[in-house]
C-alpha cells in the first residue's frame, strides 16, 4: 500500500488533468481523449517490454525502481517550477518520500543478481558451515573448515556415485550449475589434481560466492550459458559430468534436451558418465522424461531415489546416472549404506516400469516447468 499505491494513484491522475487541461470545447473531446489514450497505450506497451526484456535482463529491481522514482522526482520538479501548482509539489514529496523509503530499508537480498535474490545464511549447528539461499530456497552447502563435509543427501548421493563409478585419483569433471561449488571444492580435496570446470550463468553470484565461501583455484568457473559453454568445451575431455543446474526447483529446460544431452556425451570420453540431479514429485512426470531422455543416448541408464520417491508416495531429489559402460548399481547402494543412507538404485526392467512409456525430452517439446509435480 506504501509503496505502489500512492503513486500509482498519483500517476493515474495525470491524463484526467492533461485531458481537463487541454478540452476547450467538447467537439474535441473525441481527438484529445483519442490522442492520450494512444500515447498512453503506446508508453504501457513500451515500458512492458523495456522493463521485461532490457532493463530486468541488465539490472536488479532495486536500482530500476530507485532509478524511475527519481526520474519521477525531476520530472516533478520541472512541472512545478513550470507551473508552480501544489499537485506538482505533492508528487514531488510523495515521490522522494517512498524513493528515501526504498533506499533506506534492507531488502530481503544479499545479492539481488538478474537471476536471483541470493541469501547467505550461518548454520546454527555447525560455526562453520553456511547455507547459500536462491530465492527461498536452501541452493548449497559449504563447510568452510571442512569441505568435505556434504551436509544435502542429494549431493553425498552424488558423491557416492562419482566415488564408486570413477576409478581412484584425480578425474576431469564438468559442473552443469556452480551454486556454491560445493562438489567441485569436494572433487578437489578428495581427489588433489582433479580438472574442475563449473559453467553458471549468473555472474554476480560467482562474486558472492567467492566473497562468502571462497573458491578454489583449481576450479576453473565459466560465466555464461552452460548449454553455450558445454558447445565450446573439448570433445571426450570429461570423465563426469554433474548436472546440478535450477531455476527454482526446476531443472532450465533447455538443459534437459536430447540436444543438450548430445552435447554432454561428446564431452564425456568412452568410459566416462553423467550424474544429474533432479526434483520432482506427485506423478514423477519430469523425472520419468529426463530418464527416458537420457536412455535415448546413453547405453546405460540407473535412477537412485529413497524408496517412498519411487513408490510415489514422496518426493524429491532423484539422482540419474548414464554411461556407455556399466554402472554397478549394487557398488553404489553399498556404498550408500556404509553412509546410513535410505536410497535404492534402479536400472534394466525395474527402471523401464518406472519410465512408463514417459516421452523424451527434446528441443521441440520440454515443458519441464509444467511437468514438475508439486510438493
Known amino acids: 500500500a506504501v509503496g505502489f499505491f500512492a503513486p500509482a494513484a498519483l500517476l493515474s491522475a495525470i491524463s484526467p488533468v492533461v485531458v481537463k487541461i487541454r ?36 539490472f536488479p529491481t532495486r536500482p530500476i525502481v530507485t532509478a524511475v522514482g527519481g526520474l519521477l522526482v525531476a520530472v516533478g520538479l520541472v512541472m512545478w517550477r513550470r507551473r508552480s501548482d501544489t499537485a506538482g ?18 531488502g530481503p537480498c544479499d545479492v539481488e543478481t538478474t537471476y536471483h535474490c541470493a541469501v547467505v545464511t550461518a548454520d546454527a549447528n555447525r560455526p562453520t558451515g553456511r547455507v547459500l539461499v536462491l530465492d527461498g ?114 531443472v532450465p529446460w533447455h538443459l534437459t534436451t536430447a540436444e543438450f544431452v548430445e552435447d554432454i556425451d561428446r564431452v564425456l570420453d568412452d568410459d566416462g558418465f553423467y550424474v544429474m540431479n533432479v ?14 531422455t537420457l536412455q535415448g543416448a546413453f547405453e546405460h541408464v540407473a535412477m537412485f531415489a529413497p524408496e517412498s520417491y519411487v513408490a510415489g508416495s514422496a518426493g524429491g531429489n532423484f539422482v540419474v546416472v548414464a554411461s556407455h ?33 514417459a516421452r523424451p525430452l527434446t528441443d521441440d517439446f520440454a515443458p519441464a516447468d509444467q511437468l514438475l509435480g508439486a510438493p
Do not use: C, K, W
Open 325 to 357: 559402460g556399466g554402472i554397478d548399481v549394487l557398488a553404489i547402494e553399498m556404498a550408500i549404506a556404509e553412509r546410513d543412507g535410505i536410497e535404492i538404485g534402479l536400472a534394466g526392467p525395474p527402471l523401464a516400469a518406472f519410465v512408463d512409456g
Open 279 to 292: 526434483i520432482d514429485h506427485g506423478e514423477h512426470q519430469l523425472v520419468r522424461a529426463v530418464v527416458a
Open 137 to 250: 530456497v536452501r541452493n548449497s552447502y559449504v563447510d568452510l573448515a571442512e569441505p568435505t563435509h556434504l551436509e544435502f543427501r542429494y549431493v553425498q548421493l552424488i558423491a557416492d556415485v562419482i566415488d564408486t563409478v570413477a576409478p581412484p585419483g584425480p578425474v576431469r569433471a564438468v559442473s552443469v550449475g556452480g551454486g556454491a561449488l560445493t562438489l567441485p571444492t569436494y572433487l578437489a580435496v578428495t581427489r588433489p589434481g582433479t580438472t574442475n570446470v563449473a559453467l553458471e550463468i549468473d555472474r554476480p553470484l560467482i562474486e558472492l560466492v567467492e566473497a562468502e565461501f571462497g573458491i578454489d583455484r583449481s576450479v576453473m568457473v565459466i560465466a555464461g550459458d552452460a548449454r553455450l559453454s558445454m558447445s565450446d568445451l573439448a570433445a571426450d575431455g570429461a570423465d563426469v559430468v554433474i548436472g546440478d543446474a535450477f531455476s527454482g526447483l526446476s
Open 89 to 106: 509539489i505533492a508528487s514531488v514529496i510523495v515521490t522522494a518520500a517512498l524513493a528515501g523509503l526504498l533506499l533506506a530499508a534492507d
Open 23 to 58: 478540452l476547450a470545447s467538447l467537439d474535441d473531446t473525441g481527438t484529445v481523449v483519442g490522442s492520450y489514450s494512444a500515447v498512453g497505450t503506446a508508453g504501457a506497451i513500451a515500458g512492458t517490454f523495456v522493463t521485461g526484456f532490457v532493463l530486468l535482463a541488465a
